[in-house]
């Protein structure tokens, strides 16, 4: 099964900028769509939008215009950028990779955006 590593959270100021970074163990990561999700707590798992496997993009609405989904999949990685961050993004961030029937999860990041 692919292993997933996530890494890249942690304390931002409100309106900085992270890289979350989600790390699969093998190459043929290159056949999953990966979809990112948060959870704030107390909250239900929302949906981000999706990076497919040739690098076409979808977002939802709350990922529009600050957060920019990339891949390598040269190095099996995928990326999750996310700017001008707001306390309202406090949450964990997943990385789920998909295809087909086939799907993992990261671990999760943490992601705190204070001042």
């Known amino acids: 099964q692919l292993q997933l590593v996530q890494s890249g959270g942690g304390l931002v100021e409100p309106g900085g900028s992270l890289k979350l970074s989600c790390a699969a163990s093998?190459?043929?990561?290159?056949?999953?769509?990966v979809r990112w999700y948060r959870q704030a707590p107390g909250n239900q798992r929302e949906f981000l939008g999706l990076i497919t496997t040739t690098g076409i993009t979808q977002y939802k609405e709350a990922a529009k215009g600050r957060f920019t989904m990339s891949r390598d999949n040269a190095k099996s990685v995928a990326y999750l950028e996310m700017n001008n961050l707001q306390p309202q993004d406090t949450a964990e961030y997943y990385c789920h990779a998909i295809s087909g029937s086939l799907e993992s999860w990261g671990q999760g990041t943490q992601v705190i955006v204070s001042s």
């Open positions: 093998e190459s043929i990561f290159r056949i999953y769509a």
